[in-house]
């Protein structure tokens, strides 16, 4: 079966960087997306990395590792409206969005 | 570019009633459409692939007569939730993707239904 794993939450303090992990067994493999989800809101895109390496974006960067099935979030300068849930997807060899369950962070003063 | 709207945001119907929403691609042209559902804490949930001009494919467990899409246009995909009840209650959200440009996927707002 396809499976994404990553953890239900994480709680880190305003200013200092987080690493948000997510591992994925699918039926092949053309992308890894990160999707930010506030609540009651619909998600909004993040990063797409299909290349193993390190895609950096602002305050955000995301590592993938295809040989490991791994891959993480790294948000830096951490603020208050960074508390969300961060979605894990993978497009499988269908085509096809394989969603992990989310990572809910928390942001402490 | 790449806006998905949808609408309404939210929306309070009866038990019994059908409710229509609507996804629209304002931007760009979405040869396929995708609605999902979320349950509060949990990720989302594929509930059927929209084509435009056939017919819907939906997924295992999802029952295609009580939740009615249409994609009549390259830029329009609806779902209709018939004789709605209680568990029907959700967010209902569409997403759509520009595939002649942008690998990722763009969401609507989202539809918080409630049927009382």
């Known amino acids: 079966g396809q499976n994404i794993d990553q953890p239900t939450e994480m709680t880190a303090t305003e200013g200092a960087i987080v690493q948000i992990n997510c591992t994925y067994q699918t039926s092949g493999f053309n992308g890894l997306f990160w999707y930010q989800q506030h609540a009651g809101e619909a998600p909004t895109f993040l990063s797409y990395n299909v290349l193993d390496g390190l895609e950096e974006k602002g305050r955000f960067s995301s590592f993938l590792s295809r040989s490991k099935g791994y891959s993480y979030l790294l948000l830096k300068e951490l603020q208050m409206k960074d508390s969300a849930s961060y979605l894990c997807a993978v497009v499988d060899s269908n085509y096809q969005l394989i969603w992990g369950a989310g990572t809910k962070l928390i942001i402490k003063p | 570019g790449a806006v998905v709207s949808q609408h309404p945001s939210r929306v309070i119907c009866k038990s019994g009633t059908s409710v229509k929403i609507e996804c629209r691609s304002l931007d760009f042209q979405a040869t396929t459409m995708f609605w999902y559902r979320q349950f509060p804490k949990q990720s989302l949930m594929l509930m059927a692939t929209s084509n435009e001009g056939s017919k819907a494919t939906y997924e295992q467990g999802v029952e295609k007569d009580k939740f009615l899409i249409n994609h009549a246009s390259l830029t329009l995909s609806t779902l209709t939730v018939t004789s709605a009840h209680p568990e029907d209650s959700s967010f209902y959200i569409c997403?759509?993707?520009?595939?002649?440009?942008?690998?990722?996927?763009?969401f609507g707002q989202g539809t918080r239904l409630t049927v009382v």
């Open positions: 997403s759509a993707r520009d595939q002649t440009e942008r690998p990722e996927a763009f």
